[in-house]
């Protein structure tokens, strides 16, 4: 099943979900090369900026309230982003922190858990820009990254590291479901519209 809309299916977004490492592949002046990174999902921020609700809810207003978070949410839908962005840390001057900031940012990844049988194989496929976040639109994302991985900020010296290094945001243009758990070669696709 392939679609192009402005959400991406459930089933898509269960399966990042489900997982915490992306192989991330990506192409420099010596060619091809993958590495693994932890990654968070997190809705892309309205505008690019660092305001925007919680994946999945609705913004707050400025006291904490949703108090016209109805109408916010309405107008925020119109200019947000379709799909999610995918969060991960890793220094600028690695070999892939280099090719990111160098290219165009474009990488393709996957994303499944290790030791599955072939008849439940199930998995994510995908494809994207990359983007060095910083200043406010780092801070507001950390929290995100934080929330998913809450050992990072319980561990001083594991904070301290993170802090110094940089976070990424992988917006996918195009995600592909393998879910063989439905049917060999069961696939559901999104295309950003």
Not at 16 to 41: F, I, K, R, S
Not at 49 to 65: E, V, W
Not at 127 to 145: D, P, V
Request: aromatic share 8%.
């Amino acid at each position: 099943m392939s679609e192009t809309e402005s959400r991406v299916p459930r089933e898509i977004l269960a399966a990042l979900d489900a997982h915490t490492t992306m192989t991330l592949a990506y192409v420099d002046e010596d060619g091809p090369q993958a590495c693994a990174v932890l990654y968070a999902v997190a809705e892309p921020l309205a505008g690019g900026g660092p305001s925007g609700g919680a994946f999945g809810g609705p913004p707050s207003g400025p006291s904490g309230d949703t108090a016209g978070a109805s109408d916010a949410a309405d107008a925020a839908e119109s200019v947000r982003p379709a799909g999610p962005a995918l969060l991960f840390v890793t220094s600028a001057t690695t070999r892939h922190g280099r090719a990111l900031l160098a290219g165009d940012g474009r990488a393709a990844f996957t994303a499944q858990r290790e030791g599955q049988v072939w008849t439940a194989l199930t998995g994510v496929q995908g494809r994207g820009a990359c983007r060095r976040l910083e200043g406010a639109e780092r801070e507001a994302r950390w929290r995100a990254y934080a929330t998913r991985y809450p050992y990072v900020e319980r561990n001083d010296r594991l904070r301290q590291a993170m802090e110094r290094t940089d976070l990424w945001e992988l917006r996918p243009d195009w995600l592909r479901l393998i879910d063989n758990g439905q049917g060999f070669g069961h696939k559901t696709e999104w295309v950003r519209a």
